[in-house]
């Protein structure tokens, strides 16, 4: 990071200590998106991850596609200069490398341009071995990295690792809510839903934390918890950046290429090239994110949002959560859900939760070999911004990508497959004005 990049306190976080709640998905906002009389509408009592109860008003999220303030920051200029660091290219003289994917957080994560953090068509590769019983890491990991800094140690495909898939770039906008969701929420959901299509709860590492261990939520896999753990797991394994958290440099298929002639910038001793703390100003800026906006919304979206959820696609794209009280320790103690983030309803129409639903990419990461098969419910939220859907981006229209639903999401693609021609558009323009 360069030396004006430096990153800004962040001022009020309400700090508390809270004891039992209902949270209800669902809302009394006339907006389709909020009225309970199309919503799933499951309330579950629930015992909060940091012992709270709603004491204040449940507001609405803030969205918007344009990289303003949700009211964590404690002004748009620390968010922008927060931004600045997510949007900063890094150079050989910076670290990057020996082996990496792109040369800035925002070159994966821009689409619409206004939305710094969004998602894109930009894809990473992952491969490894089944063998019969187990999947097993490609030599240094599943992740292929698609950049080097020299040719001789450009990663590739090794023969015998069969298993070999894309994951499309996730967006970040709203992240900040969702990593305030206490993690008993989704244990809830979960058991909410239908045994059949029930989605599977993962803990995972919280790197700041020291290891403890908190609901996954973040990846195709589930493989993170926290904001600040994802910034640091990207920097070294998207961009080549080891950091505090992540202090070791990935190998080229398994052979240590740290140093010489293939690392621009030596890593310290005890230390890390992010010697100016990038990973948390990448942090801030996602958590001070707007949820994504809805597009517009007219009688054939209405109609559409009201057959999605009869024909059961809302089981598991979850259309209101509501984000822990203000003052909720999470993160296994290392963040305190401000106020800004707490007490909100965000409408995802996503669970959170890993499903089988017949598109499985075969590779475990922290959630063991029971999720070999299963990825993450995609939110729905932002899709009109995307041209590439499902995990690996090879579906390019959302009928396409229903079609691919089997498994867990069988009985939702033969409802929408048995459903008139205007009853099918209806759910599509639903879709689109997510």
Known sequence: MKAHRKLFTVSSILAGSLAFAACARGGDSPDPSTDPSIDPGTSIAISEEGSGVHVNAITEAPTGFDSSNNGLCASQAVMDTARGSFEQVEGFDDGIGPVFNNISCVSCHQNPTSATGAGSQITELRAGHFNGASFVDHPGGSLINDRANDRSIQEHILSGNEVRTLRLTLSTTGDGFVESIDSNTLVAISNAQPAGQRGTVIQVPVAEAGGATRVGRFGWKNQNASLLTF????????????????????????????????????????????????????????????????????????????????????????????????????????????????????????????????????????????????????????????????????????????????????????????????????????????
Request: charged share 15%.
């Open 231 to 434: 910034s640091g797991d990207a920097y070294v394994n998207e961009m080549g950046i080891t950091n505090r958290l992540f202090p070791t440099e990935n190998t080229s298929n398994g052979t240590n290429v740290q140093g010489g002639p293939f690392d621009g910038k030596a890593d310290p001793a005890g230390d890390a090239e992010d010697t100016e703390s990038d990973i948390d100003a990448f942090a801030l800026f996602m958590r001070c994110q707007k949820a994504p906006p809805r597009g517009p919304i007219n009688a054939n979206v209405t109609a559409g949002q009201t057959v999605f959820t009869q024909i059961g696609c809302a089981v598991c794209h979850t259309a209101t959560i509501t984000t822990a009280p203000a003052g909720t320790v999470i993160n296994a103690g290392r963040f305190t859900v401000p106020t800004a983030l707490g007490d909100k309803n965000i409408h995802p129409f996503g669970d959170f939760l890993l499903h089988d639903v017949g598109t499985g990419d075969g590779i475990v990461q922290n959630g063991g070999q029971g999720t070999r098969n299963q990825v993450r419910t995609a939110p729905l939220w932002g899709i009109g911004a995307r041209t590439r859907f499902m995990h690996d981006g090879a579906s390019v229209t959302a009928s396409d990508a229903i079609q691919r639903h089997n498994n867990q999401a069988a009985t939702a693609k033969n409802n929408f497959n048995a459903l008139s021609a205007t009853s099918q558009q209806n759910v599509l323009a639903f879709i689109f004005s997510l």
